[in-house]
């Protein structure tokens, strides 16, 4: 996990315990608390999956933000700051899809678009609604449909008459597209609640979604041309208006269109596609597309200070909509059309002169959908080498990218780029071994650091994680048949491992992929595959922990079946409508009867009017019943959004304690196979023991009958051995003690001389000293006198001092007195002064009177 992903986790786990104390006492300080941690989830990535619905915390997280955004309709801060979140979390399929389906935030949003009144917030809560009604199955009995349907008729009924194509006004129709599509209970509800034909001539002018909202409603006479060649130019209309107006969002409907469009190709409609895709006004539309495209590409480059101050002004304004998904549109648009015209070789040229780096530039924040375009081109024209040498130049860069970030879909687009150059290469070079090698220590180097190091491996890994080291570990092995000398060993290392070999295993085992599960048995069709190894994983993954009230066992990871723990939506309309046809038949049975009984005569007095109050009454009183059984539903309603959100969090946790007890599983399986050799080599060590001990057993014997035969003579030898040791011994002690008393003779003549020596030599040296003592003593006794002396002078020099001091303080004290004097006679004199300056001054003032009185005179 990385730095930034790690981080933003950090802000899940706060969110989740301040939000409790918020429900408790919605103070401003737990409020501000929560608004924080909600803009710092807001400001994250898109491409890095910070909400993964596989970790038990971002389960709690999406349960608590549900409770939030029904509790928290008319805060606007908290409002638009929960609505931030969820546009940063549907940009990621997998989240999107359960929103909707486990967490259920369409019928909260959709309640939501009900509160919201002006444009600019309805556009945002538009489009977060286009998002997760995007592919969403919905039944169309849900209470919230239908009041979701009248308020996107009523915005579309409101703006269609604006000139040009009201953003509002499609963003509503889009969503009514998603909600219908494939749908009969939803397209039910949308007839019931408008005049068709009406509502046909009002969404005349949104060409492809009128065209698509046509086909779902089977009104065949509002569209002009039913052939694919209109169709087609509309979906090129629909390009250049989104780019004109940066409506994003219909690009994702252009897309649907063109991959139904190739999808005709096997069926019995292949030969108008066929035409259609090689007609010349499709040629010239597509000519005029790919310039629109530069032109647009064109203008991004040339302001992208007014880009960068744009996206300020949205970030300080929440009601703006998070992300533009244009270029991932355009690029996915790109794809369908290269895919479309495979032989194309004009076409392939014209996208090529936009140059891969160029391509790469204008992917800016999602290079994984132009990759994917490259390795496309690249697979479609697997002659083209110049084209893949110039995307082998951006290698490096790529991968200095996929370094700085943890993007899954970027990692798996730039290991099926590498695969494809060198296939189309049919060779590796030295630097793509060089960008090969990074990206192999890059993803592979912590594995193999947790195998020699003997830490544990992560195997409670998120599908996205799972999915970029399966396709790199396919990558690699292309790779190992192209160049084997650098990549053979490398290859054959890792599939020893076991995290891989696990990793192997979950991905076989999952089979979502297919594409994915191709590349996979390729890898398995290896001579190196560990194919007893893999199989014991996925034994092992298929019997990990058994599901909850069942004595059966599923694999862990995979999608929960959908009978297991599954609620599905309520579905009272049915008893509702069951009981107003059940009033019909009732009420028209007892008109019925009425008449028959007035037609016999038995009643006659009975008049019509007090038939239609007794029947309204009646109906009255089924209307309050059903009124009743709507609130009731809501309650329902609301209570099994609670026990989804419940059963949702118990699937998490069950999820989690699975891969938990994942890695001890398998170290239990390691510890059995360890045990099972362990016992091999008992056994073959308590055969050898047994070998040993015969030869033993022999060879003790021959020792014995060794020891009876030759046992005298040794006896023999060895006294007549130990008589010569013994007299050898004594001989050498003669000898010893010889030498040592001449030594000592020795040593003893030498040590008498040498003290006569030292006994001469002490002598001198005493007399010398007794004569240096008595000179020494007399120095020190003039020392004393001369001492003495200065000691007289010193005494007197102390007395003169006192005698001077005690002067000089008598002088000290006359001076002071004589100060305080002259600071009396000081202050006199300045009062002096003082008192001359004011005559001084109040003559001035007389001269100045005079002076003024002598003018006035003069005057």
């Known amino acids: ?11 899940i786990v706060e969110f989740n315990s301040h939000i409790q104390s918020y429900f408790i006492s919605s103070t401003y300080g737990n409020e501000t608390l929560v608004n924080r941690c909600l803009e710092q989830l807001a400001a994250s990535s898109a491409e890095s999956k910070t909400f993964d619905v596989s970790v038990y915390e971002c389960n709690i997280f999406f349960v608590n933000l549900h409770k939030l955004l029904s509790y928290s309709m008319k805060k606007t801060n908290l409002l638009w700051s929960v609505v931030a979140v969820l546009e940063v979390a549907v940009s990621d399929d997998e989240t999107r899809i359960a929103l909707v389906d486990k967490f259920r935030f369409l019928p909260v949003v959709s309640m939501l678009l009900l509160e919201v009144h002006t444009s600019d917030q309805q556009k945002r809560v538009l489009s977060l609604l286009h998002h997760l009604s995007y592919g969403a199955s919905i039944d169309g009995q849900e209470m919230f449909i239908e009041r979701l349907i009248q308020k996107l008729l009523a915005l579309i ?16 129709l889009s969503i009514l597209v998603n909600l219908c599509h494939r749908d009969l209970s939803t397209t039910f509800v949308l007839t019931r609640n408008t005049n068709v034909s009406a509502f046909c001539k009002q969404i005349k ?28 130019r509309m979906s090129f209309e629909e390009v250049r208006l989104m780019l004109a107006t940066n409506n994003s969002f219909s690009l994702r409907h252009v897309v649907d269109f063109l991959r139904s469009v190739r999808t005709l190709s096997g069926t019995r409609e292949a030969e108008p596609a066929k035409a259609a895709v090689t007609d010349e006004y499709f040629q010239r539309d597509l000519k005029e597309f790919l310039q629109e495209m530069e032109k647009y590409w064109q203008t991004r480059t040339d302001s992208p200070a007014g880009e960068a101050e744009g996206r300020k002004k949205k970030t300080k304004q929440k009601v703006e909509p998070r992300k533009d998904r244009t270029s991932e549109g355009l690029f996915e648009i790109l794809e369908c059309i290269v895919l479309l015209k495979p032989d194309d070789k004009e076409l392939h040229r014209k996208i090529c002169e936009f140059g891969p780096a160029k391509l790469i530039n204008h992917a800016r924040n999602d290079c994984a959908k132009a990759i994917d375009l490259l390795r496309t081109i690249l697979e479609k ?21 996929i370094t700085n970030c943890d993007d899954d879909r970027l990692a798996i687009a730039f290991a099926k780029l590498l695969t494809t150059i060198g296939k189309t290469l049919n060779a590796v070079d030295d630097p793509m071994n060089e960008v090969a090698e990074q990206f192999y220590q890059h993803l592979f180097g912590a594995v193999l650091a947790h195998t020699w190091e003997r830490a544990t491996f992560d195997y409670s890994l998120a599908d996205g994680p799972v999915r970029v080291y399966l396709w790199a570990l396919h990558t690699f092995n292309e790779l190992a048949n192209l160049c084997p000398t650098y990549w053979y060993a490398k290859l054959t290392n890792l599939l020893k491992q076991k995290p891989i070999q696990f990793l192997i295993a979950k991905g076989l085992t999952g089979g979502s992929d297919v594409e994915l599960l191709e590349a996979l048995l390729q890898v398995a069709a290896s001579s190196e595959f560990p194919k007893q190894d893999v199989a014991q994983m996925i034994d092992l993954l298929k019997s990990n922990v058994p599901a909850m009230g069942t004595g059966q066992g599923r694999v862990p990871l995979a999608p929960v079946p959908g009978n297991v723990h599954n609620i599905q939506p309520p579905t009272g309309y049915n008893y509702i409508r069951a009981l107003s046809r059940d009033l019909q038949e009732r009420i028209d049975q007892a008109v019925v009867q009425m008449q028959d009984a007035k037609a016999a005569g038995l009643i006659n007095d009975v008049e019509k009017s007090e038939l239609v109050e007794f ?37 998490a946790e069950i999820d989690k304690n699975q891969k938990r007890s994942l890695p001890l599983l398998l170290k239990e399986s390691a510890l059995e196979n360890e045990n099972r050799l362990l016992e091999r080599e008992l056994l073959q060590m308590k055969s050898a023991a047994a070998t040993y001990d015969k030869k033993t057993s022999q060879m003790k014997q021959e020792l014995a009958e060794y020891i009876k035969k030759y046992g005298e003579k040794s006896q023999k030898c060895a006294a007549l051995v130990k008589e010569i040791e013994h007299l050898r011994a004594r001989d050498d002690n003669y000898e010893k003690e010889n030498k040592r008393l001449q030594q000592e003779l020795v040593a003893m003549t030498k040590n008498r001389d040498d003290a006569r020596k030292l006994l001469k030599l002490g002598e001198d040296d005493r007399q010398r000293l007794t004569e240096q003592r008595e000179a020494e003593r007399k120095q020190y006794e003039c020392k004393i006198r001369e001492r003495e002396r200065d000691i007289s002078k010193r005494t007197d020099l102390i007395q003169q001092l006192e005698q001077t001091l005690v002067q000089r303080d008598s002088t000290i004290e006359t001076l002071e007195t004589e100060g305080a004097d002259l600071r009396e006679k000081l202050k006199e004199r300045e009062a002096r002064i003082a008192q001359v300056e004011a005559e001084l001054k109040e003559n001035e003032k007389i001269q100045q009177a005079i002076y003024s009185l002598m003018n006035k005179n003069k005057k």
């Open 1 to 11: 996990m990385s730095p930034g992903r790690s981080s933003e986790m950090s802000y």
């Open 157 to 172: 009924e409101q703006n269609h008459e604006k000139k040009g194509r009201c953003e509002v006004a499609q963003l509503a």
């Open 205 to 232: 002018k949104f060409d492809l979604l009128a065209w698509k909202m046509y086909i779902i409603l089977e009104q065949n006479d509002y569209i002009k041309e039913i052939d694919l060649h209109y169709l087609l």
């Open 615 to 651: 029947y309204t009454y009646k109906i009255n009183m089924q209307t309050s019943l059903m009124n009743d059984l709507r609130s009731s539903l809501d309650g329902t309603t609301a209570q099994i959004t609670t026990l989804m959100h419940q059963n949702q969090l118990l699937m």
């Open 381 to 401: 024209n697997p002659t083209d080498a110049a084209f893949a040498e110039e995307c082998k130049t951006l290698l490096a860069s790529l991968m200095t990218t």
